[in-house]
């Protein structure tokens, strides 16, 4: 699970470092409500939560949770949603921005079995809309 955590960073990071000032204003059409700004607060958060007080005083959040993986099992069993979730908000931020982004295989084949895992459960606290 580290090394789909670590890529997920990757692809997060890669989309950020396209960003300029005025991006982080931009409304994010697949988070309705929420500009760039937000969805990156969002992941921030998410991850300072996460690691926790002790382990989250850090620069990197990514990076810190990214080593602590193998050593803390709280960590272990939230990466599969972290990594989710880092890798669909760099989709969402792309999309919004007009960056470019190409899933691999490894994260395609990813998303799928976590979508096929989760199930009905996706649509569960309007975490995900439900296409028609």
């Known amino acids: 699970m580290q090394a789909t955590y670590v890529r997920a960073a990757d692809l997060f990071r890669q989309v950020l470092a396209e960003l300029g000032p005025d991006d982080l204003v931009r409304p994010v059409p697949s988070c309705p409500g929420w500009t760039v700004s937000d969805v990156v607060t969002h992941v921030h958060d998410n991850h300072v939560q996460a690691l926790g007080p002790a382990r989250a005083d850090v620069d990197d959040v990514m990076a810190a949770y990214a080593l602590a993986i193998p050593d ?25 921005c007009g960056v470019e982004l190409r899933l691999g295989d490894d994260q395609l084949a990813f998303l799928e079995a976590v979508a096929i895992e989760a199930g009905d459960g996706l649509y569960l606290d309007e975490g995900f809309a439900r296409l028609e």
């Open 72 to 96: 803390a099992p709280d960590l272990a069993r939230g990466a599969t949603f972290d990594s989710l979730d880092l890798t669909l908000h760099a989709w969402d931020i792309a999309l919004a």
